[in-house]
């Protein structure tokens, strides 16, 4: 089987999260390594979220090399789609689909260059394949896995396959997703001294944050941390004065930042008019040395497949990097996968056939350096 074969495969599961419903697509690729040889495990954060954990090789002295990806997807939106999200169609060199970039064709990608290598690896320090459900929520799958215990085992370095059209990038910055909520007391419209209007709070509250500045400079790379106000409901009836109101807070932080001083900090910036509820989403930054000898090893490698030597880059999106490299002690990391950055979450999405082999030829080269093969 070859990697376009297996995305076309993997995007007829229709993993829409919500609900997500991951089992039949992770069972899917479960027997494909098993058959290849990888022994593998299978966890679930909640019924029908399914996560696996495949695994082959093995050696003292070095720890093996991890690829890693999500296999839920987001909604496919409120535009038509012209071509079936579901069916896997190709037209014009692209692969059409929900997930086609983000990201089933990276873990198609990575599945079949370690089914390739399967029968080198054992004795070397071999590949840890982790593909987790929930990740467009906030890394849940991932997240669970970090904390069950030795689900995960050890790992040296990390490939994320999220979609960068195959081009290395050593860092992503962190998402604070965040609910304000404002309370009033409700009256008559007619008379609305009698009531508080939460709304009113609320619009306050919006206005300080379109005002916020974070004590924090630009990184070189990732750029400068963003707030966005990207929602905000209230009220019962126009006759009514409201007495509730919430606020959507869409926060990108950078390495320096700590989310709970950041929470801390816009706390108290915020006042009395309106109440930070828990978390939606929290999920740090990622961070890489880019001068890291396996780094450059990385951008040596892509260099003589693709032709350029890359420069430094980021993404702006988070992955489950953000909670599989500090379970893992934080080994360098490269997000690098085929998809095409631009068509994320878009209507129509679709990815580059020519980068899926890509993608295979990078992943096999990557991992015979680490395995010494």
């Known amino acids: 089987m070859d990697a376009l074969t297996l995305t076309r495969e993997l995007l007829r599961f229709n993993t829409v999260n919500p609900p997500g419903d991951e089992r039949a697509c992770a069972q899917h690729v479960s027997r494909l390594l098993k058959d290849a040889g990888f022994a593998v495990c299978t966890y679930e954060h909640a019924p029908g979220r399914t996560s696996l954990v495949a695994r082959l090789g093995g050696s003292s002295g070095k720890s093996p090399l991890c690829f890693s990806g999500h296999i839920d997807t987001v909604p496919l939106g409120a535009a038509p789609w012209t071509r079936d999200p579901f069916a896997g169609e190709i037209a014009d060199g692209r692969l059409y689909g929900r997930g086609s970039s983000d990201m089933k064709s990276g873990v198609a990608a990575f599945v079949i260059a370690a089914c390739r290598l399967a029968k080198s690896l054992r004795g070397t320090p071999g590949l840890v394949l982790v593909m987790v459900a929930g990740e467009e929520t906030g890394c849940e799958g991932s997240r669970h896995l970090a904390s069950a215990g030795s689900a995960l085992g050890e790992a040296g370095a990390i490939v994320i396959g999220e979609a960068t059209g195959n081009y290395p990038c050593v860092g992503h910055k962190g998402a604070l997703w965040l609910h304000a909520r404002a309370t009033g007391v409700t009256a008559h419209g007619a008379m609305p001294e009698r009531g508080v209007n939460a709304i009113y709070k609320a619009a306050r509250a919006v206005t300080k944050l379109e005002r916020f500045s974070f004590d924090a400079g630009s990184h070189p790379v990732l750029g400068s941390p963003t707030l966005n106000v990207g929602t905000i409901a209230g009220g019962l009836n126009i006759n009514s004065v409201p007495d509730g109101a919430t606020i959507g807070i869409d926060i990108r932080t ?60 980021g993404v702006s999106y988070f992955t489950d990097a953000a909670a599989l490299t500090p379970a893992y002690g934080g080994p360098p990391t490269v997000i690098l996968g085929p998809g095409e950055t631009e068509m994320i979450h878009q209507t129509d999405e679709h990815c580059r056939v020519d980068r899926l082999e890509q993608a295979v030829e990078l992943y096999v080269d990557i991992a015979r350096h680490w395995c010494g093969l």
């Not at 910036?269 to 929290?282: E, K, M, N, Q, R």
């Not at 000898?293 to 490698?301: A, G, I, N, R």
Request: charged share 20%; no cysteine; aromatic share 6%.
């Open 254 to 313: 950078i390495p320096e930042q700590k989310h709970g001083a950041l929470l801390e900090r816009l706390t108290g910036y915020l006042g009395d008019d309106v109440t930070l509820a828990a978390p939606i989403v929290d999920v740090e930054s990622v961070w890489t040395d880019p001068a890291h000898p396996w780094v450059q090893e990385v951008f040596d490698l892509v260099t003589q497949i693709v032709g350029a030597r890359p420069s430094l880059r």
